[in-house]
Every structure is written in structure tokens, then in C-alpha cells.
């Protein structure tokens, strides 16, 4: 496929994007409004010894980012393929020369650009309405972020390489948010759960996530075994993307 193939796909795709605001709404926007409703619970803005002298709103920072990244790979990305998979849109560019990486790697680019508008955001104003603190660990926080988006967008598109209609995508995807967004921590963070609960998600990409931004915030360097347990979950879900994809 040529670059020129490649370039119309992406162009094609943004537009179709844009046109969908509820997308970009639940992608951007809701988890900083998500943080602002915790934000406003007095208990959550006072220091905690438990915590480490943190905040309750301190630990929900990473955790909202996360959550922006779940809304991304999860929630929006299998009923896009599924629907253009259902409505016989994927049969017909089966036979020009636009290959499942190209589709793929579109949605990944498209939702990946309105993750990082949710991070930017989220980051601003947990720095401005709560006094959060920038992470002090910049690139090793910045180096984490990129590295869950990955994983989570390798797992939306081996969640879209299958599924024969939106309706399919929807269960499959409702399925994956709910057990994504425990182990990222939007119910109870990482940070605070169980011993034994918080050893077994730290096993999983977002929970290792959590606990690597939560070091770098802090101006340490990610722990390398939740960096490795990042990016064998990439490896493993972008295979199977690949493998998977089917056209109709």
C-alpha cells in the first residue's frame, strides 16, 4: 500500500471522527469532568498520613488518564470497525488496496490524538482548580503515558478484529471497560487496595500503568517490571489484532 493510500485513509477517517462528539466528549472531556466531581469532595482535597502526606485527588490524576485511554481503545474504537464491518464498508475495501494495518493504524493515530487533548487538559486543571502537582518525573511519566496508550489501543483493535455487528462490539466492549476501569483504579486506586488484590492488577497493563505513573509523579523512574509487563500486553494484543482482523 502506498502513502499516498495511506494518507487518504487517515484524512478519511479524521473526518469521520470529528463528526462524532460523543466520542470525543467520553474520550476529552469526561474523565476531567470526572476529576472535578471528586475534586469538590472536601475529604478528597485534604492530606492524608495514610497516603504518604497525598491527597485522595492526588492519586485520581493518573487514574482520569487512564480512564481517557479505556474510553479511547475500549469504548470507541469496536463499534467504529464493527459497524463498517456490518454495513459491508470493510467487504468493499477488501478490493482497493487499503490493508486492515492501514484501517487499524488510523484509529489508533485518531484516538490517540484525543487522549492526548484529555491528558493536557485533566493535567491543567487538576494543577489549577486542586493544586496537583505536575509529575516531577516528567519523562519517565511522559515515556508510561505513551506506553499504556499503545497497550490500550492494541487492545481496542483486537477487540474490533472480530465482531460482526455494533451490537456484538457494544457487550464485548461493556465487558472490557468494566474490568479495565478496576484495574485502573477509577473505583478504588491501586495505591490503596489489598495487598494481595493490588500484587494480582499490577500483573495487568493499566494496573502496572498506575503504579509506574504513580512513581514518576512521585520523581522516581517507573519500576522496569511494570514498564516490561506495559509493553508484553501491547505485543501479545497488537499480534493478535493482526491475526484476527477480518474484513467481513
Known amino acids: 500500500m502506498n502513502a499516498s493510500a495511506t494518507r487518504a485513509v487517515l484524512k478519511t477517517e479524521a473526518r469521520l471522527f470529528l463528526r462524532e462528539p460523543g466520542n470525543l466528549f467520553w474520550i476529552v472531556a469526561a474523565p476531567t469532568v470526572l476529576l472535578v466531581i471528586l475534586g469538590l469532595i472536601p475529604a478528597f482535597r485534604e492530606v492524608n498520613p495514610g497516603l504518604g502526606g497525598r491527597r485522595v485527588i492526588d492519586l485520581y490524576v493518573p487514574v482520569v488518564l487512564l ?12 463499534p467504529v470497525f464493527a459497524g463498517y464491518r ?11 488496496p487499503v490493508r486492515p494495518g492501514a484501517m487499524l493504524a488510523a484509529q489508533a493515530v485518531l484516538h490517540g490524538a484525543a487522549v492526548a487533548c484529555a491528558v493536557m487538559l485533566a493535567l491543567a486543571v487538576g494543577r489549577l482548580a486542586f493544586g496537583v502537582a505536575l509529575p516531577n518525573g516528567l519523562v519517565g511519566y511522559a515515556l508510561t503515558l505513551v506506553l ?18 455494533a451490537k456484538t462490539a457494544g457487550v464485548i466492549g461493556s465487558v472490557a471497560f468494566l474490568a479495565m476501569m478496576f484495574t485502573a483504579g477509577v473505583w478504588i ?9 493490588q500484587r494480582a492488577v499490577e500483573y495487568t497493563p493499566l494496573g502496572a500503568a498506575s503504579v509506574a505513573l504513580d512513581q514518576a509523579a512521585g520523581g522516581g523512574w517507573p519500576s522496569a517490571v511494570h514498564l516490561v509487563i506495559v509493553v508484553f500486553w501491547t505485543s501479545v494484543l497488537t499480534g493478535a489484532a493482526v491475526r484476527w482482523f477480518r474484513w467481513e
Open 148 to 165: 499504556t496508550v499503545l497497550s490500550v489501543l492494541a487492545l481496542g483493535a483486537a477487540l474490533s478484529a472480530v465482531p460482526r455487528s
Open 67 to 78: 480512564m481517557s485511554m479505556i474510553m479511547a481503545g475500549v469504548q470507541a474504537m469496536p
Open 86 to 96: 456490518e454495513r459491508g464498508i470493510l467487504r468493499r475495501m477488501s478490493t482497493t
Open 189 to 197: 486506586p491501586v495505591q490503596v487496595m489489598p495487598d494481595f488484590l
